[in-house]
């Protein structure tokens, strides 16, 4: 893995491109801080990258919530306390439409 500044990018182009294309990934740092990810794709594996890329993003956002959950002491409900406080999220949502008709 190797950073690059975003002026980096624009004055050394095909250096990043050169390492793209051997595999390296590339980390853009902006302000001293990372920016964006650039990893070499091809035509036949672009929708398989970005469904991977997606699905780790996803993978960790459900780890956050799951860590929260345990922080708030959440994970210790019932089904019963489940239930009940989806019940009342419905009934919630259900007050919030009908006022806004």
Not at 21 to 49: Q, W, Y
């Amino acid at each position: 893995m190797d950073f690059v500044t975003t002026k980096e990018l624009r004055a050394e182009s095909g250096k990043v491109w050169a390492k793209l294309e051997a595999g390296e990934d590339i980390v853009i740092m902006r302000n001293g801080k990372p920016f964006a990810l650039m990893v070499h794709t091809e035509s036949a594996r672009l929708e398989d990258d970005l469904r991977a890329i997606r699905a780790e993003r996803f993978a960790e956002n459900i780890r956050k919530i799951q860590q929260s959950s345990v922080e708030q002491g959440l994970d210790k409900m019932t089904m019963e306390e489940i239930y009940a406080e989806i019940a009342l999220a419905r009934k919630e949502q259900k007050v919030r439409s009908a006022g806004s008709h």
